[in-house]
């Protein structure tokens, strides 16, 4: 999937992840995708609430090797 920023959050644990993708997206134009990498299993859970609540679009989640890969539309 194309993306327009990529975060490393990886070896971050909550609430980092979120904070610092709430950051990102800050900076970003309506319909950019954010990629997100993270190591915290928490992560799943909270940026699904995170899209519910502001409104962006969480496009895709996968696991591998016990890493996890969001993709995030901007509002």
């Known amino acids: 999937m194309n993306f327009d920023k990529d975060l490393d959050a990886r070896g ?4 980092l992840p979120i904070l610092r ?3 990102a997206l800050t900076g970003m ?3 950019q995708v954010l990629r997100i990498l993270s190591t915290d ?3 799943v859970k909270d940026f699904q609430a995170f899209c519910k609540q502001t409104g962006n ?3 895709s989640q996968s696991e591998a090797n ?3 890969t969001f993709f995030m539309k901007r509002k």
Do not use: D, I, M, T
């Open 66 to 68: 016990k890493e996890f």
């Open 41 to 43: 299993p928490g992560s």
């Open 21 to 23: 993708a709430k950051k």
């Open 57 to 59: 679009e969480l496009l």
């Open 12 to 15: 971050l644990n909550c609430p």
């Open 29 to 31: 134009q309506s319909g």
